[in-house]
């Protein structure tokens, strides 16, 4: 019973982790507040992959509902035996939790990698990644910085909002990691008791 409330809980984390990626990722097209760059595509290209908005965000509220679906004590028997219908439930929370592993993994990954690359702005030269050979090290040398023109405080601004998908997908992978140990227990801990009550008797 424990184990339930607690894979409860997790699974309801998932909800407002997805809700503000998708915000993040929503506020990573208007740089500094503007509409202008999104709509020129004027933007750092890892923002087109919708992780934050897709895979950490709608899929993972998918996700979520359907693990708050299988640990509600209203759901629905799949077997004829109880025993069986509760196997059944912990491999798709298993199935489920696994791919909000994906989703959020991928995620962090393109967050991840979109930090790393630096944003897409005008330079002296025009528009380019002018961080995209430093490997990230612009990343602790904000005297570099300036070299962004347009649009206005961008580097801030992809620095702490990639951060911040980063952190959440992460929490996101770390909660679905957690479920998948708390079902293979169930199973494991189930099939050891099946094994020694025979023995037992």
Known sequence: MGSQKCGGCLSGLLIPLALWSIIVNILLYFPNGQTS???????????WYF?????????????????L??????????CQSENCSKKYTTLLSIIFSGLGISFSGYCLA????????????????????????????FLIDSSIWIQCLEPAHVVEWNIILFSILIALSGLQVIICLIRVVIQLSKILCGTYSVIIQPGII
Do not use: H
């Open 51 to 67: 992780e934050g908005i897709c895979f950490s965000g709608i899929m993972m509220l998918m996700v979520a509902v359907a693990l």
């Open 110 to 137: 393109i967050s991840a990698l979109g930090l790393i690359q630096g944003p897409y702005c005008r330079t002296v030269n025009g528009w380019e990644y002018a961080f995209e050979g430093t490997a990230g090290r």
């Open 37 to 47: 760059y999104a709509s020129s595509s004027k933007l750092t290209n890892y923002v």
């Open 69 to 78: 679906v299988l640990e509600s004590d209203n759901n629905c028997q799949c």
